[in-house]
C-alpha cells in the first residue's frame, strides 16, 4: 500500500511540473510574445529644497516628456555626473556619478503600433542621446533590445516604448 501511495505522489508531482513547465515556457512560435510598441514618455517631477526631508516632489512642477520612438543598432557604457537628489536616508546629494547607455545619432525611426519582440533589457538606469550640434539630453530610463516582427530587424530602444503595463499614449 506504501509502495502504491508513493508511486501516485510522485507522478501527481510529475503531471504538475510537467503542466507547469508547458505553462511557464516561452513557445517560441508565432505572434507569441509580441507586444505593440507605444510612444515613450516620461513624468519629470522635481524635488524642491523645501521637500528635501520628505522626500517629496513638487506635484505643480510636474510635466510629461516625450522620447522619440527611435531604434539604435548598439549602445556604449559611459559615467556620467548627474544633477544632484536625495539619497535612500532622505540626504540630499548635489551630484553623482551613474552608468549611462549612450546612443548616437538619428537612428531608425519606428511607428506607434509596431509588433516586437523584447529580447533584452540594458543594465543602466540612464540613457543619454548624442546628436550632432545639439545638446545630449539625459534621461532617468533604461535601454531595451527588440526584434520588429515583420522585418526581423533588431535594435536597441528607450525602455518606456515597451512597457506592457502602461496605458498607452494618443498620437
Partial sequence: MRS?????????MLVSLTILMAACSSG??????????????????????????????????????????????????KRYGVAGGIDSAG???????????AVRGD??????GTKVQ???????LYSIQFIEGQKAPQYMIGMSKIRVVETGQEGWVFSPAVNKFSEPTEE
Avoid: Q
Wanted: proline content about 6%; some cysteine; glycine content about 8%.
Fill in 4 to 12: 502504491f501511495k508513493n508511486h501516485f505522489f510522485y507522478g501527481a
Fill in 28 to 77: 517560441g512560435g508565432g505572434e507569441e510574445g509580441t507586444i505593440t510598441l507605444i510612444k515613450p514618455v516620461i513624468e519629470s517631477a522635481p524635488v524642491s529644497a523645501r521637500n528635501v526631508g520628505e522626500k517629496k516632489s513638487d506635484e505643480n512642477l510636474k510635466r510629461k516628456i516625450e522620447l522619440p520612438l527611435i531604434m539604435w543598432d548598439a549602445w556604449e557604457a
Fill in 91 to 101: 540626504y540630499f546629494k548635489p551630484s553623482v556619478k551613474a552608468d549611462f547607455c
Fill in 107 to 112: 537612428g531608425t525611426p519606428l511607428e506607434v
Fill in 118 to 124: 523584447v529580447l533584452e533589457h540594458a543594465a543602466c
